[in-house]
């Protein structure tokens, strides 16, 4: 079967993005009504539920990436049967994880009271708060999961997001009712576990309605079993690791420092999820051609995009870092008040965990590229472990430093370090590695000095929070720019990446008005 690749791909992007931006709009709205109108430990609550079923889900073990893996070679050749087959090994997966997910959690009742730090809102019941909330994750697997991998094996995510963008937007204005005029969070929960059956079974019969011959049926022969059992045990490390490292800090603050100090610190990490949103979309981007370079051509040649990515992707992320640093205090202020305010020193924390997230999410773009998941498999897993022990370590006596600071040790300590090494033994030529440390290390000194400039500037103005925000958007947006041209504007490597990016640019639009 022949698909439509540039159409779907087009399809994907706006529906996807749309999503994106409507998944980010609105829990930033209903995370400020539920502060007015709920208070500061109902937000706690939200946090530490996602995390304790962020866990949970390592049952899923990578299987619906590994099936929709093993979807495009028969769908390409038409083979039906094995379609077919796919299928209902997906479903019998995801019936023994959702049963696995449901018992796990079950067993996890006695321990919840120890999570939290002090009492839960009053007339609250922690247990049916929490079951709600495990009913909701699920639902996700029991219900027609499965069916979803053939819309993303054929490409057609735009259809999972047109059904997902429909019920969210429902759901989101729902709560946003339910918190204002009932203030009732049993309620709200129960719309969000509808809502969640509303999503699976509208997507499981736009998947029946485009693609009716496929049933699960049929049995796969014993070695693809076995290919893509490997192949998920191979994705196992990376989703511990990474479940680990995004959950252990908000278990740890829940558990040590209480409902209220975890939700403040969550409002702060929802402005680096945005962030770290942008950075993911230009990574995105940039993967499939990188992957394919790096089947294609030289390791020499696939050196030079990693200089040149890397200089473009690091001035991206060196101007957010500068703006998350100067801009988030009076946004706070703006948005939840001068009271759920962190420290400056923590402020400071929050935009180099940031810029190390982010650093770190660029060389592991070419690492994913290049599909080296085997030999890095440990690394992950590693830092996840430090993270975790240093945050028990540390919270008692440095507080939401402790915490911060260990998720910035692990990746600058282990994560970077260990992924250049693999990098540049396996997929770039080993003897460019101290060039390309130095090229790395300038680039976060300039965005140190950059920063550092840009924050010293903005505390001359004594302005009220509005003037303030604009002023410090302003000072953070300009100066990291003059800073980076001035270092690197006539960098050849700086100057060819622009002009390939122009060439790029224009040839896509030169196509596009071509199609019209």
Known sequence: MKLERTKNATRNIVFDGTLEMVNLLFPFVIRSVMLHCLGTEYLGLNGLFKSLLTFLNLAELGVGSAMVFSMYKPIAEDDTPSICALLRLYRTLYRIIGLVIGVVGLLLIPVLPNLIKGDVPAGMNLYVLYLMNLGNTVVTYWLFAYRSSLLQAHQRRDVISKVSLAVRLTEYILKILILVFARNYYLYLAVQLLCQIAVNLLTAV??????????????????????????????????????????????????????????????YYFV???????????????????????????????????????????????????????VVQPFMNIWMGEENMLSAGLVLCFAVYYYSMGANKLVNMFKDAAGI?????????????????????????????????????????????????????????????????????????????????????????????????????AVSFLVPNVFYFAVYGRNPVFRESLSQLKGTLLSRGGKAQDEQ
Request: proline share 3%; glycine share 4%; aromatic share 12%.
């Open 206 to 267: 736009y998947a029946s309605r485009m693609y009716p011959r496929y049933k699960p049926e049929g049995k796969l022969p014993r070695d693809k079993t076995l290919d893509i059992f490997r192949r998920v045990r191979d994705l196992f490390t990376s989703k511990l690791s990474a479940t680990v490292f995004d959950s252990a800090d908000t278990l740890v603050i829940s558990a040590f420092m209480g409902l209220a100090v975890l939700a403040v610190y969550q409002n």
């Open 272 to 326: 680096i999820t945005a962030l770290r949103m942008m950075l993911v979309v230009l990574l995105n981007a940039c993967m499939a051609g990188v992957g394919n370079k790096m089947v294609m051509e030289s390791r020499e040649s696939n050196y030079r995009d990693l200089e040149k990515i890397t200089l473009l992707f690091s001035w991206v992320l060196g101007v957010s870092s500068s703006m998350l640093l100067c």
């Open 373 to 473: 998941w085997r030999i890095d498999r440990w690394r992950p897993l590693t830092a996840a472990l430090v993270n975790l022990g240093l945050n028990l370590a540390t919270v008692q006596w440095l507080g939401l430093y402790g915490v911060l600071l260990s998720s910035v040790f692990s990746i600058v300590v282990i994560q970077i370090p260990w992924l250049f090494h693999n990098l540049f033994r396996e997929v770039f030529p080993r003897e460019q590695l101290g060039r390309y440390i130095r090229l790395f290390c300038g680039l976060t000194a300039v965005a140190l000095v950059s920063c550092a400039v840009s924050w010293f500037v903005c505390r001359l103005f004594a302005l009220d929070v509005w003037p303030a925000l604009i002023l410090n958007a």
